[in-house]
């Protein structure tokens, strides 16, 4: 495995793989890899030749007043699930590195899909997030790029992004992988203090409770979201509780298979978010209760 933080050195292997042909998958991640970063390597190394790896924590998605300074960074931890993964190249670049010439003057800028759910209190975040995964194409030129469905609104973008300009890159996708309990995996976990965590059961609870809904048959939007504003109880702040096409990003006008229940809350100063695809999704720890 060659871990490299310049650009001329991600480059220099993407030439030397050039040569010798087959494919490159590239899995982009701020790194504090977790059970979800390694279940996306394990679809890139199945779906690739050569498997790539970014870490890197991009300034230009963080809004003032975010986590930018403290969120979690632990590269020889991350290297370590790198190898065991598979990986064939880390590109862990500084953000001098990534933005040699400081503030990018063009960017990739969403003109839809990105005022509303997690747009609407991050102002510019999926411009950054574009912006820097624009850039990871255009210096690893992946054939494959792996993303999780955890970061449903990101994923939806890019898909946008890579259909709207043309990008020769195949899309695909992980579904979150949760703890036990029920809880989505984050890097973002590490902030939540032991009964913060108890208390951020109340996303995927109310999730498992949309699904069961639509077991039941349910068709109406309305009754989706009144159910997860039901979970913003003891110490969870709702910011979001929305049904949505996972393309359109709008609510659909009856809920079917499919469709997905997306939630935003903050516990304590931690924001989680999560999201389940009705009748295909499944969230097995939350439904048995949330493990307790
Ligand atoms: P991040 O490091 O949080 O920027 O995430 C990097 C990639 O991992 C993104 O494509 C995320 O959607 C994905 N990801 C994050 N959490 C999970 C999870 N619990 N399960 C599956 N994928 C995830």
Avoid at 11 to 39: Q, Y
Avoid at 212 to 231: F, I, K
Wanted: aromatic share 4%; glycine share 10%.
């Amino acid at each position: 495995m060659q871990v490299v933080d310049s650009r001329a050195g991600a480059r220099a292997w993407v030439e030397a793989r050039r040569d010798g042909g087959g494919t490159t998958g590239l899995v982009p991640t701020m790194g504090s890899l977790h059970e979800g970063h390694a279940s996306l390597l394990r679809i890139g190394r199945e779906n690739s030749d050569h498997l790539a790896l970014s870490i890197f924590v991009n300034p230009l998605q963080f809004g003032p007043g975010e986590d930018l300074e403290r969120y979690p960074r632990n590269l020889e931890a991350d290297l370590e699930v790198a190898r065991k993964a598979g990986v064939d190249l880390v590109f862990a670049p500084t953000a001098a590195e990534m933005y040699p010439a400081g503030e990018p003057w063009v960017r990739v800028v969403p003109v839809s899909g990105a005022d509303r759910l997690c747009g609407r209190s991050r102002p510019g975040h999926f411009e950054g997030v574009l912006t820097v995964v624009a850039k990871l194409f255009g210096i690893l030129q992946p054939d494959v790029a792996v993303f999780g469905r955890k970061d449903f609104q990101q994923l939806a973008l890019i898909r946008r992004m890579v259909i709207d300009l043309d990008m020769a890159i195949r899309l695909m996708d992980g579904p979150t992988v949760r703890d036990p309990d029920g809880l989505a995996l984050s890097s973002r976990n590490q902030y939540l203090s032991a009964v913060e965590r108890e208390r951020a059961l109340a996303l995927s609870r109310a999730l498992a409770a949309c699904q069961a809904l639509h077991e039941s048959g349910e068709e109406n939007p309305a009754v989706y979201r009144e159910a997860m504003q039901g979970a913003a109880v003891g110490g969870v702040e709702l910011e979001y509780a929305e049904v949505v096409d996972a393309a359109t990003l709008a609510e659909p006008a009856v809920v079917e298979r499919g469709t997905v229940c997306a939630i935003a809350a903050r516990v304590g100063s931690t924001r989680l978010i999560d999201n389940t695809v009705l009748g295909i999704d499944r969230i097995d720890g939350a439904a048995r209760g949330g493990g307790r």
